[in-house]
């Protein structure tokens, strides 16, 4: 069936350094991409989503790269922040029903 | 605006008891879902509604039953608990169910014992 894979499943990275989590999709039809922060004890939020008619998309120091031959999408987050600190979920839209699938999480640990 | 709201926090049951999780948002947004999270798998749809009164199922909808009278409330019932149910569930609304900001609730954690 359609998935999302996400690696890793934990980083942890010295502030003021950059953090990469990667998703790869299954869905040929998938034409929508967010990704979600949920900071603990919170339901999750949005942070940024891109569209599969953009190959980048940056909001100050977060970006989301799309490669749609590859079926991946990558989250950049630079210059990390001690508030960076939590669980990090992508998900791609079924093609069928616009339902999301979600990644299983990536928990980002910034180190002072 | 209060956003999306849920009660209670935190629940413990017995297997074989039945609970209401609440959901309310004032919004108005037309899309409201229920997803339950397990470690290491994401977040999974159980029951999602597009309208008052429209509702279906999600990836995960046995056990669980919905209902939506009007635009802000969105119950999610459990009729008879399982052990299997211990999870921690999320509500969310967004104003359309197309590729729309989904807005989520705190989270209802439930224990099955």
């Known amino acids: 069936g359609e998935n999302v894979e996400q690696h890793p499943s934990t980083l942890s990275v010295q502030e003021g350094d950059s953090a990469v989590i990667k998703c790869t999709y299954s869905d040929s039809a998938s034409n929508y991409f967010p990704w979600y922060k949920q ?3 919170k339901g999750p939020q949005l942070i940024i989503d891109i569209r599969s008619n953009v190959g980048e998309k940056k909001d100050q120091r977060i970006a989301v790269t799309l490669n749609k031959t590859a079926k ?3 989250l950049h987050i630079t210059e990390t922040q001690p508030e960076d600190s939590a669980v990090y979920f992508c998900a791609a839209s079924r093609g069928s029903n616009y339902q999301l699938i979600w990644g299983a999480g990536t928990k980002l640990i910034i180190k002072p | 605006n209060a956003g999306v709201t849920q009660t209670p926090k935190f629940q413990v049951l017995k297997t074989g008891q039945s609970m209401t999780l609440q959901c309310a948002q004032d919004m108005n947004h037309e ?3 229920w997803y339950r999270q397990d470690p290491g798998m994401g ?3 159980i029951h999602y ?3 008052a009164g429209i509702t279906d199922q999600g990836e995960v909808p046995n056990g669980y039953n919905v209902s939506r009278s009007t635009t802000e409330d969105f119950p999610l019932r459990l009729l008879s608990a399982a052990p299997s149910q211990t999870s921690v569930y999320f509500c969310a609304s967004s104003p359309d169910y ?16």
Do not use: A, D, I, K
Request: charged content about 15%; proline content about 3%; overall charge negative.
């Open chain 1, 39 to 41: 900071e603990l004890g």
């Open chain 2, 43 to 45: 977040l999974r749809l």
């Open chain 2, 49 to 51: 509604s597009v309208g």
């Open chain 2, 98 to 113: 197309e590729q729309e900001t989904q807005y989520f609730g705190p989270g209802t954690r439930l224990l099955v014992l």
């Open chain 1, 72 to 74: 991946h999408f990558s």
């Open chain 2, 31 to 33: 899309y409201m879902s």
